[in-house]
């Protein structure tokens, strides 16, 4: 138990032993005063109902501020939840904007390593085509050389075998 409800029972007890410690007290009749008229009754009893019905207002006075805290505490719970609920779907929208913005990027850059390696594949084919055509040209002026070496050589060779045989 709380040590409030604990203090309230010993002071319930220390009261209830009071009023059977001095119950003649309570019990014996006096004149009232209530304004307008006078009355005879125990002074005890009537303080002590006027203690009891105090109390009685003091308890549901209580149980109605419990009542009301607890219908506001699940008044927050639910909003709370519904914030919950509305903070999670913004953040699975925002990821989904992530996502589809991550996949634009990604397609336009795949779109751009194709464009790149389209163009790099047609410079490397230009690239390919220009050093063949060297390598031709090249081949060919090698062999028109090697060619008029070897008619030189022939020449010479001849004019050499011909001045021998004379």
Known sequence: MKIRTLLLLAVLVVVAGFVALNWTAF????????????????????????MLALVAMFLAFVVYLQTSVLFDARHHARELRTNRELADKAEASRFTELRAALDLGLTHQ?????????????????????????????????????GELEDRYEKGAAGKVGRAQD
């Open 27 to 50: 019990m014996t009749p006096t004149t009232l005063s209530l304004g307008l008229t006078q009355t005879h009754a125990p002074l005890g009893m009537v303080m002590l109902g006027l």
């Open 110 to 146: 795949a779109e751009l390593e194709a464009a790149s390696r389209a163009a790099l594949m047609t410079r490397m084919d230009q690239l390919d085509l220009g050093l063949r055509a060297a390598l031709e040209q090249t081949e060919a002026s090698l062999s028109a050389y090697v």
